[in-house]
């Protein structure tokens, strides 16, 4: 079933959306090659420290996090928002169910944003070791980028085992893309307008970064997916309450899966 | 006779439209309760000024919202244009529900901070005519920004790049701000630049107006 899916996947959305995350990360990694290169001592620096989602002195990974909720649903959103207006959904739902649709949809989506910016994470981090070297980062050394327990997740982690914290980091960048990509899925099902469905997920992360602004938890720990999907955020970040907004939305988003695959299987059955 | 039914046609659409209508309240309103974060009535005129005209809170917030409505509005019928022998009827409404949606959300946006201000009392700590030019200002990037996404709609032929391309550019030209290179988009986010004091409004209405020309320019050779 998911072979189905997969290959009806469009090739010109996938590559619209992985050419404009490398552009961003290629502009973050441009301007921070300009700056190791005016710098007399490069030994300070290291990939761990310079990488896109850890870059805390530009604007570009600002950039980047916000927009991947809507980079990462275009491939998935597109298709079945297409699906639904040429009424293929329907012929699927009919000969193979609701639910299998449904879910066949959404774990093509989730798949697609979680490696289209997982890969561009991944091609970023890789790409600053031909640059600097391979140097744990220090504590003293390193004051400068800040990372502490209130900003980091599992800061023991990073001044131990850098790498492990940074694939973890883009795992849960990846995981986040991709449960954006299917909200923005699983809204199609409900959605008639196509370029509402596909900024589904972003409009989640402005109503979310609108609701930490006002409705603050206790220390102000935030709960935007823009702040802890960085591997160094600049707000007090906490594992648990990343647990608790991941849960919900998982929860939301099957939700939304089930109720609109039934729906639209009701319809085709009538 | 034609701009006439054209103007109806968009009015009668927009009351028609219940939906629209409450989306722009919830968008002003988010966007409102946003800028008044933080207000309180010890704030100088200056800072006040600055908080509720907080450039980033604009480009993260309020143009992506204005963005969503004029491209979710973009919707037209070949009809129209095959009833009135022209292209020039679709141009019309794009431009006007792109000046109705505009101009709706502004006016209730402005009014939820009004309701902020009044509330936290620092309504008369404001500069009230500084405050109203830069609604103007504000009024006129937001028509420049939504008809530089029509554009672009209408030359492109998708909704999705639209929005991407447009607010790549926003954020850039925001980059450079942030860097010191005032840029004329965020021109309302400053009390006084240089562009401003040159007459950043007579720029703005400039460029919409070359935008709009262009529009219809390439609504006419649009593939329907």
Known sequence: ?270 | MLTKAIVEQTWRWFLWHRRWQLWLVLAAALSASLACHGLHASLSGYALQNTVFDRFQFLVVYFPLCLVATLTTDTFRGLDAAACGTRAVLWGQRVLRLLVTQTALLIWWSLFVLGGLLWTHSLRFLDLGLAGRTVLTLWLTQLLVSSCAELLVATLHSRIAAFLITWLAVAGLFALTVAGVPALIFAFATVLTPMRAAGDQLILLGLTGFVVTTLRWATAREAL
């Open chain 1, 1 to 270: 079933m998911s072979h189905l899916f997969f290959r009806r996947i469009e090739r010109r959305p996938v590559l619209l959306s992985f050419s404009l995350l490398m552009l961003i990360s290629l502009i973050q990694y441009g301007q921070s090659s300009m700056q190791i290169a005016k710098r007399s001592s490069v030994f300070h620096d290291s990939p761990y420290t310079m990488w896109l989602s850890m870059d805390q002195f530009s604007f570009i990974p600002i950039l980047f996090f916000l927009l991947v909720p809507l980079l990462a649903a275009i491939p998935g959103a597109t298709l079945i928002a297409k699906d639904r207006q040429t009424r293929f959904t329907q012929q699927l739902i009919l000969r193979r169910g609701g639910m299998r649709v449904a879910w066949g949809y959404l774990v093509t989506s989730f798949l697609l944003g979680a490696v289209l910016v997982g890969g561009t994470l991944l091609i970023n981090f890789f790409g600053f070791f031909l640059l600097l070297p391979n140097l744990k980062p220090d504590f003293f050394l390193n004051l400068n980028i800040a990372v502490m327990s209130q900003d980091t997740l599992w800061v023991g982690l990073y001044y131990t085992h850098p790498l492990w914290h940074a694939l973890a980091s883009i795992l849960l960048a990846a995981t986040w893309s991709g449960l954006f990509a299917s909200f923005a899925t699983a809204m199609a099902w409900f959605l008639k307008n196509r370029f509402l469905t596909v900024a589904a997920g972003l409009l989640l992360q402005i109503g979310l970064m609108a609701a930490n602004l006002l409705l603050p938890l206790p220390v102000h720990v935030s709960f935007v997916p823009s702040d802890f999907m960085r591997e160094s955020a600049g707000a007090t970040l906490s594992g648990a309450v990343v647990a608790g907004v991941t849960v919900i939305v998982v929860l939301v988003v099957a939700g939304l899966t089930m109720i609109g695959g039934r729906v639209r299987a009701y319809e085709s059955n009538r």
